[in-house]
Structure formats: structure tokens, C-alpha cells
């Protein structure tokens, strides 16, 4: 089975732009949740999609958006880049929702100059 | 609140020799346990998890990681070091919503 793929793997962008960073999970796996990686915060929670809803959220304003599609596919947004913005985003897959091992992906470096 | 602690930022080992990584959890009900591995650049791999039952379990690439309730511990072991796993070290716990809780890692280095 393939495993998690995400695209693009870089990307550099501007203040003031948006960014829509695309995940696809392993095949069978509805759940997707997304993570923000950096030196600074670590790695955090940014949400969760089940059957293309949003099932939890974490501490982000709401600049950062994303949605599921209907075949599991994930995208998140976000609006409005600040420098703080640059990191690693990592996409996970899991099987269902609830207490499942979650499978990552390679990520996203985003890097805002 | 969940969160885990991983009581070393940075650990030198050399080749060949045993290797512990700490990690301590807090979470009032059974824990989901879990170790992941991440090389530079990379994203994070799945060393080993644990659900329930036998407390000591076995993962991949010869690590293993036993569960201790009482002490709030699911430390990390392997007998013997190669240099192929020098890598950053994540512990997490996942609770009742279905979010990892990520510790702040340990650096492994691996001497010759």
C-alpha cells in the first residue's frame, strides 16, 4: 500500500499570501489530521477531518482553514502568511477516527520570506 | 491536562552500546502510547505503539518500549545502537479526542 502522500514537499512564499498545502491518505483511511512542526513549538495539533467534517480543532486562528474531500483527500489553507507561518506541516492518516495509530506522512516546508 | 515530557533534548551514544530514551505521560484514564522516529527532512515513522495489554512491546528495528502505570513512563530501548539511528525520537500520548500529544523530542547521536 502507498503511504501518505503530501504536495507539494516545498514551498516558499510571501507575507500577506495564501497556501493550500494537499494530502492524501493511505488508501482505506478516512481520517486525516493535520500537524505543524517547528524548532520553536514543537510539533502541534492543527485538526482532524472524518468523512469530510472537521472533528477537532486545535489552538490556531483562524487563518488556518482545511476541508476533506470525498474520497479522504485533505487540503488546509492558509491566509494571509506570517513569518511565524514557516514550518513543517505533516499530514497523518489514520483508519477510522478514535484511537487508531496515525501514519504520516513526508510533510510540507514552507518557508515565508 | 495531557502532555508528555521527554526529560532529554540530546543523548550521545556510542555504536554497539544500549540505548534508554525517557518518556512520562500524564493522562487520567489508559493511555495510547506511542513512539515515533524522525530523520532529518523527513516525516515521522512509527517505531512502536501500545494499547493494552502485554506491557512490554516490540516495534520495529529492534527497538522496544515497556509501559510502567505507576511511574507514568513509557520509556524507549534498544540493546544495541547503530549508527543508522541517529535521528530525532518523539514520544506521544493520545487521549480522549483523537489528537496526539507530541513530547519535544530527543536528539540521538551516534559515535563511532
Known amino acids: 500500500k502507498a503511504g501518505v502522500t503530501q504536495t507539494p514537499r516545498y514551498l516558499i512564499k510571501t507575507r500577506g499570501q495564501q497556501v493550500t498545502l494537499s494530502c492524501s491518505p493511505i488508501?482505506?483511511?478516512?481520517?486525516v489530521s493535520w500537524y505543524q512542526q517547528t524548532p520553536g513549538q514543537g510539533l502541534q495539533f492543527l485538526f482532524e477531518y472524518f468523512s469530510e467534517t472537521q472533528r477537532n480543532k486545535g489552538n490556531f486562528p483562524g487563518r488556518f482553514s482545511g476541508r476533506q474531500f470525498s474520497n479522504s483527500r485533505s487540503e488546509m489553507n492558509v491566509s494571509t502568511l506570517e513569518l511565524g507561518d514557516s514550518a513543517l506541516y505533516l499530514c497523518a492518516s489514520s483508519s477510522v477516527q478514535g484511537k487508531e495509530t496515525q501514519y504520516f506522512g513526508p510533510g510540507t516546508r514552507l518557508l515565508v520570506l | 491536562a495531557q502532555s508528555v515530557t521527554q526529560p532529554d533534548i540530546h543523548i550521545t551514544v556510542s555504536e554497539g552500546a544500549s540505548l534508554e530514551l525517557r518518556c512520562n505521560y500524564s493522562y487520567g484514564a489508559t493511555p495510547y502510547l506511542f513512539w515515533y522516529v524522525q530523520s532529518p527532512g523527513q516525516g515521522l515513522q512509527l517505531l512502536l505503539k501500545?494499547?493494552?495489554?502485554?506491557?512490554l512491546v516490540q516495534g520495529i528495528k529492534g527497538f522496544e518500549a515497556e509501559f510502567k502505570r505507576s511511574q507514568s513512563s513509557f520509556n524507549l530501548r534498544k540493546p544495541s545502537v547503530h549508527w543508522s539511528d541517529a535521528a530525532e525520537y518523539f514520544c506521544a500520548v493520545r487521549g480522549a479526542t483523537n489528537k496526539l500529544i507530541f513530547g519535544t523530542g530527543t536528539l540521538l547521536a551516534v559515535q563511532p
Open positions: 501500545y494499547f493494552s495489554g502485554d506491557t
Open positions: 488508501s482505506g483511511h478516512r481520517s
